[in-house]
Every structure is written in C-alpha cells, then in structure tokens.
C-alpha cells in the first residue's frame, strides 16, 4: 500500500532536549512538507521541500531543522530553540510543482509533548 | 500574500438540516482543495477543485468552486452525525507547490 508514515506516533521531550521526528512516504512524490497544530487551531507550515537536497522555510522555521537527502524521507528535527514545542505534527506530501495538481496526503501525525 | 477565511469557524446544526461552509481567498487561484479532520486524527482528503465551475459530490457532501469570485462552498445536505468533524480549505497560491489552508469550520452535527 502507497502512504506516508509517521514515527513515532506519541513522542515525549525534556526541556533543553533534541528530538527528531520521522516522515516516509512510498508514493514517488517529490514535495513534503511539516506543519504544526495547536490544540484547536489551523495548520502551520514549518518548512517544505520540493526536490531532494532543497527546503524551504515555512511560515514557524525558527526551531526547527529538516533534511531531505532521500526522496522518500524528511525529518524534522525540534531543537531546544523552540520554546513551546508541545503540538501536534504532520507530514504531508505532493506530487510537485508543476504537476497541475498540489492535492497534499498527510501521514497519521506525531503528537510531542515537552514534561 | 494569500489570505484564506473560512466561515463559519464553528457550526452546530441538527440532523437532517441543510448548511454551506465558505471558503474565501484573496489572490486568483483555480486549484482549491477541501480536507476533513476528525479529533486526534489526521487530515483526509475529500475533494480536489482544479478549475473554475468545477463541481463536485460525495455522499451528502458538495463542493465547489468560482475562481472569478475567489470563492469556494462546502454544501452539506441532509447532515448526519458522521459528519461531525473540522473542515479545512485549502488553496494553491504562487509559492510552488505550498498550500495556504483556511482556519478551518468545526462541525457538530445533533441528533
């Protein structure tokens, strides 16, 4: 089955704690991206990828990392730089731009939570 | 920079009724794309709109979409309590393959 996973599904982080989230996807889809959402609220773009080896900031970039050195892979890394971290994480993915067609397909989610 | 507002942001309807969610953007698209979210879940796709008058059904859900307006509805008809859940609207702008979503409408639908 074609899809995008997530791992891990619950995750905990310690204050001053790197965590690294995972996001996979066996579509042969060239974008991904990371957005964020707070209890309640919309979605917001951490950062996007449309080819691989090149990101992009989203709209919240500031601590957050991201690599994309597979086209199957882009993980997310929350760095103690961000100060409220607790929230729930999706990874999505799209065909690519240009393709006429940006209709995303979001992975189950990471829900982190900082004790 | 492309606006997305969707309305109402918070629906509560009975079953049975009848009820439009709006989608309003602020710069010319012609891709729109309507998703679904239940509580602690992920977002599901449930239509692509990919052209100006683009229609379209599934089950007691209908969407559309009038580029020239800016405007998208998400038409719910005859609701069950199924349906209960946060509908997003998402449209195409020029940074490359990005999506601006809306805010999102939660719906309750009673019985």
């Known amino acids: 089955d074609g899809g995008i996973t997530q791992s891990p599904k619950y995750l905990f982080r310690k204050e001053g704690q790197n965590v690294t989230l995972s996001c996979e996807q066996n579509?042969?889809?060239?974008?991904m991206y990371w957005y964020r959402q707070d209890p309640g609220q919309g979605l917001r773009l951490i950062y996007y990828?449309?080819?691989?080896?090149d990101f992009q900031k989203g709209d919240i970039a500031e601590g957050y990392s991201v690599s994309r050195e597979k086209k199957e892979s882009f993980p997310l890394t929350v760095t103690s730089a961000q100060k409220n971290p607790t929230a729930f994480y999706l990874c999505?993915?799209?065909?690519?731009w240009g393709q006429g067609n940006n209709e995303q397909f979001f992975g189950p989610g990471t829900r982190l939570t900082v004790l | 920079e492309l606006k997305v507002e969707q309305n109402p942001l918070f629906l509560s309807m009975q079953e049975g009724k009848n009820y439009t969610i709006y989608c309003n953007y602020s710069?010319?698209?012609?891709?729109l794309y309507w998703y679904r979210q239940d509580p602690g879940k992920s977002l599901e796709s449930l239509f692509v709109l990919l052209s100006n008058g683009a229609v379209k059904q599934e089950g007691r859900l209908m969407a559309s979409l009038d580029t020239k307006a800016r405007l998208s509805t998400l038409h719910i008809t005859a609701a069950v309590h199924d349906l209960s859940a946060t509908y997003f609207c998402?449209?195409?702008?020029?940074?490359?393959?990005?999506?601006?979503f809306g805010e999102g409408t939660q719906l309750t639908v009673n019985p």
């Open positions: 579509l042969n889809h060239d974008a």
């Open positions: 990828s449309q080819i691989v080896n």
């Open positions: 710069t010319t698209s012609d891709r």
């Open positions: 999505a993915s799209s065909i690519g």
């Open positions: 998402a449209v195409d702008g020029t940074s490359g393959s990005r999506l601006t």
